[in-house]
């Protein structure tokens, strides 16, 4: 999921890059009220398709499509507000903000569409930067319509003119829908360069959250290619990152992305020991919620241990024991088993 595609349209201070960092990290963890909570402050109540998606996976699909009309509603009001006072760069913003919102409701067609007309506008008021946003997300219109040839043309499009003007961390969030849209492609060793490349740049900003997220990013890629001991020590370096910032759900994700992967390679005691860092971190939290959707994620790991083990694993967590029950209770009824990696 790109957390950055509806914040590419406003101004990206340190500020809501962090918290959009943050809330990537609340969500790769399950821990979806956090998750809300920092999308909304960062957006400043803009909306987004970011939280509809959160809130479409948590089930609340009428608040999904309440959200998405209130944001559209409000992205057309700015848009008329500018017409009729003749200021073409307010209404390319409003009308690049509802493209990105018709693509999280699901309909490509019109935020392509949208776009387009937002790219014109922003070339018409001389906004190069705005053009260039408009012309990735019309890269993303083109993916999510399944179209994956016209969504790389056009993000390698904007990533040639974004780095004629050197914004570098718009080029860093190109990169990175670059990078998605190359691995739905298959394209997995050029989709690895490209998101090597935006940790290069999170290191040139000195934005340590970017940094951090990243270079989880290239430990996602590096799992799909099957070189799991590279992907555990990117998520440990994306661990170490947390550790110095205090981000508290961005350390129970790495543990969550190193139990994992440790689970794919069916080294299930190792990964038990980071999995058990997870749960200690939820109930820190103090969200028996997003507990219940960690373990339903990871119960293939869990569940092979056992009940017994398993039981005790969460008691050395420091659960307590209503806690310990639920887990085991989560675990029993949903632990699917997935191919191990020996399987083949």
Known sequence: MVLAAFLASRPSARRRRALAARAEAAMRARNWARAEHLLTKAMRGAGGPELVSLLLQTGRSQAAAGYLDRA????????RLAESIGDVAAQAEALGNAGILWLGKGKPDT????LRLCEGMC????NRLGEVKAVANIGLAFKDKGDTDAAQAYLDKALHAVREIG??????????????????????????????RVQALMQELD???????????????????????????????AHVIHAELGDFEGDATDHLNIGETLATVDRHDEATAHLVQVLRAFVTIGSATSLRMCVDLHAECMGRLGQTRFSAACEQAGLNRRFRQTVVEVVSRRSIRRPRASDG
């Open 72 to 79: 559209l509603a409000s992205c057309e009001s700015a848009r």
């Open 111 to 114: 935020g392509l569409e949208v």
């Open 123 to 126: 070339w018409q008021a001389g």
């Open 167 to 196: 914004a570098r961390p718009e080029e860093a969030r190109i990169l990175g829908n670059l990078a998605r849209v190359l691995i739905d492609r298959g394209a997995l060793p050029e989709a690895l360069d490209a998101m090597q």
């Open 207 to 237: 934005d340590r959250p970017g940094e951090a997220a990243a270079v989880g990013n290239v430990g996602e890629v590096l799992v799909q290619m099957g070189r799991h001991e590279e992907a555990l020590s990117c998520y440990g370096a």
